[in-house]
Structures are given as structure tokens and as C-alpha cells.
């Protein structure tokens, strides 16, 4: 999330009609009847999260699973809260029933920023965990190798993985390795 709210409060119904067709490009997420402008990303943003997709994309191949990119929800919907986020990476293996927004990800991924990052630790972690079908729940760093993993089944603890290693997405059996994913950062030191 990024800039401050719109001031007006939207029921979901209302966000979602007028948020699925947008012709501006603007994109917002919403919390319980606030909309909040979605923040440009970065050259390191877009190689993180495309480098993720990728290696998933691939992995996923004939799978029932399928991957999505930064332009689609994940809504998460309970008795208390109404949220749509628009997280940068996402999995879900499930008949999912809106075209517009998936509700049942196992596994859902964002590159932080230094504007988003305690958004992305705390909030979005918190309202992530309400997903039943979630599994992992990672966050990528876009200025240093460093990948941490939040699992359901530690009571999601985070495990930190940093240049060298690798690391397994249990939710889909996928083994990265965080060299791959940093590539640009470790050769050519920008």
C-alpha cells in the first residue's frame, strides 16, 4: 500500500466495481471500506517479482496451480474484515470463482520497498493469515539478497535466507535459490 486514503467509505461491492475495469491504470487496495493509492515500483522491484513468476511459471507447468502477477487480488473476506490486496506474486491451487480477485492462494509473495515493508510484515501478514488455504507467505528484499519465508505449519515464524542459500517452498515443492533471484545485485554489484 502507499498513499493515504480516499476519505469516502466503499462497501466491497462498490471497490470492486469500480476498481476491476479500471481504464486509468491506477490501482488501490482496500481495507474495511478504505481505498489506498498502489505505489510505482522499482527496476530491482520488477526484476525480484519477475524472477519469482518465472521459476514458478515454469515449475507450475501441467500443474492444477497457477500463478499470478501484481494485477490480481487476493480478497479476503470474513464475518470482521474486507480486504483486497494486490500482492506481487500469488499461487492458488484452487477452483477459484471471481474472475477479478483469487480467495483461497497457498502462497503469496511481495517485494518489499522501504515504504511498504512494515505494511508487508505486519498488516498484510496479519490479514494473510486469516486464509485458510494459505501455506507460505514470503517477503523478498529488492535491495539485498535476502528472502524470508512465514509458513503455517511453524505458527509462522519467519526463516531468513540470504545470499548462497537456497530455500524450499514447501507449498509447491519448489527449491530457489536466492542467487538466482538476485543475479543483478550479486554480478554486477548495482
Known amino acids: ?6 476519505t469516502d467509505s466503499l462497501s466491497p461491492e462498490e471497490y470492486l466495481l469500480g476498481e476491476n475495469d479500471r481504464v486509468d491504470g491506477a490501482r488501490y487496495e482496500y481495507v474495511n471500506g478504505q481505498v489506498y493509492a498502489m505505489a510505482g515500483v522499482s527496476r530491482n522491484h520488477n526484476r525480484v517479482s ?41 499461487v492458488s491451487c484452487a477452483d477459484e470463482a471471481d ?22 510484515r505486519t498488516e498484510k501478514l496479519e490479514a494473510y493469515r486469516l486464509l485458510s488455504s494459505l501455506q507460505e507467505y514470503v517477503l523478498c528484499s529488492q535491495d539485498s539478497p535476502s528472502v ?40 554486477n554489484g548495482k
Open 148 to 187: 524470508e519465508v512465514y509458513r503455517r505449519r511453524t505458527e509462522w515464524l519467519a526463516e531468513r535466507y540470504v545470499a548462497g542459500q537456497n530455500f524450499l517452498l514447501e507449498s509447491v515443492g519448489l527449491e530457489m535459490v536466492v542467487d538466482d533471484l538476485y543475479g543483478f545485485l550479486l554480478n
Open 1 to 6: 500500500m502507499g498513499a493515504a486514503p480516499k
Open 50 to 90: 519477475g524472477g519469482v513468476f518465472a521459476r514458478l511459471f515454469n515449475h507450475l507447468q501441467g500443474s492444477r496451480c497457477e500463478v499470478f502477477q501484481a494485477d490480481m487480488k487476493v480478497g479476503i473476506r470474513t464475518q470482521r474484515e474486507n480486504r483486497f490486496y494486490y500482492p506481487d506474486v500469488q
Open 99 to 120: 474472475n477479478y480477485y483469487n480467495s483461497s492462494p497457498c502462497l503469496i509473495v511481495e517485494v518489499l520497498s522501504e515504504s511498504t515493508a512494515r505494511t508487508d
